[in-house]
């Protein structure tokens, strides 16, 4: 029993942390830069685009050195990298039991 509590502990810990995380810090003005946007609409791939995300949202997308970027703004350069807008990783496993109580064994 001890182990499967553990094994919770384990796993729930870091969800309740960054939880705790988002609540306590502001969101910072994250933009990427040079980025080359795929809207997943059947358009062809937009290369050189600028994307601001504020709050946790994207607030605006357009062309490289035509989109304003907040002085406050952390600012990535992904040249060479692609962003799909909207697209989440929804593959999980949750049957990570038998996984957590070997490692426990270690």
Do not use: N, Y
Request: aromatic fraction near 6%.
């Amino acid at each position: 029993m001890t182990t499967c509590r553990v094994s919770l502990l384990i796993f729930v810990l870091p969800f309740v942390l960054l939880a705790h995380a988002e609540q306590s810090a502001p969101s910072p003005i994250l933009v990427f830069t040079h980025v080359t946007v795929i809207d997943g609409t059947g358009a062809p791939a937009r290369p050189a685009m600028t994307v601001v995300m504020m709050e946790g949202r994207i607030s605006a997308v357009g062309t490289t050195g035509e989109v304003p970027v907040p002085p406050e703004a952390q600012v990535v350069d992904a040249s060479g990298k692609f962003m799909i807008p909207g697209l989440w990783d929804m593959h999980v496993h949750l049957s990570l039991s038998r996984f957590l109580s070997g490692m426990m064994r270690l």
